[in-house]
């Protein structure tokens, strides 16, 4: 669970100093940052990759895994709607204080984006399934620094009530990480080797995002982690 912690901590420690520094971070600050999140996320993504393929025996497991993952993720538009509701809960945010309430839901608004991005994403769900089967907290560390990075300007913007999205982080992570110690027993290591290499692209695909170099809808990509599971399973019971 140490990667998990130190997940939270960082988020409530990111909060902290972005409602000291409020809005004194320059915009060249923070895509140096994004960007050095960019380059560790490709070579995160890489080295899962290259470290899990010559162990695989369904070599073309996961080109499979990614076209029906993608195909139903991009059924369900998970990234579309993911960013409609972000972009909704945004422009409420820049609405004129006489049509706002009052600052309570825009810091709900806030919270809700923040939680969706610290939750939803690669590094959130295959870190704690490392961390539990493998001992390998990687992944929870670079997620760790991202949160951190995104929660300085989340708490700039909104203040540092954002730091409440780190026991919903700490939640989801641990659930996570808890279900994968008492399943590990009957989770066979090429399963969590085929997970890997897809959780792997998709890591790659979220460098190139971040690094505004292609956009792979990534979020329309998470089934496909799922898609190993369903075909060991399959392949268990046949």
Request: aromatic fraction near 8%; include cysteine.
């Amino acid at each position: 669970m140490i990667g998990t912690i130190t997940n939270t901590c960082a988020i409530v420690v990111g909060s902290c100093i972005g409602s000291v520094l409020k809005r004194g971070l320059r915009p060249e600050w923070q895509k140096v940052m994004f960007d050095a999140m960019g380059l560790a996320s490709l070579a995160l993504g890489a080295n899962a990759v290259c470290q899990n393929m010559p162990e695989s025996r369904y070599p073309i497991l996961f080109i499979l895994s990614l076209s029906i993952g993608g195909l139903i993720g991009t059924m369900l538009d998970i990234d579309g709607r993911l960013k409609g509701l972000i972009d909704r809960l945004q422009n409420r945010k820049s609405q004129p204080a006489s049509v706002t309430a009052s600052p309570k839901p825009r810091l709900a608004e806030g919270l809700t984006t923040a939680v969706l991005l610290y939750c939803i994403g690669t590094l959130s769900i295959l870190g704690p399934i490392n961390s539990a089967l493998l001992g390998d907290n990687t992944f929870l560390f670079t997620n760790a620094t991202m949160d951190f990075v995104s929660s300085i300007f989340f708490a700039a913007t909104y203040g540092l009530g954002m730091a409440l999205a780190a026991p919903v982080l700490f939640c989801w992570q641990g659930g996570i990480y808890l279900l994968a110690r008492l399943c590990g027993n009957i989770i066979p290591p090429q399963l969590l080797c085929e997970m890997s290499i897809v959780g792997g692209i998709l890591i790659i695909a979220s460098g190139l995002g971040i690094l505004h170099i292609k956009d792979c809808k990534t979020l329309n990509l998470i089934p496909a982690l799922f898609v190993p599971v369903v075909f060991f399973v399959l392949k268990s019971v046949w």
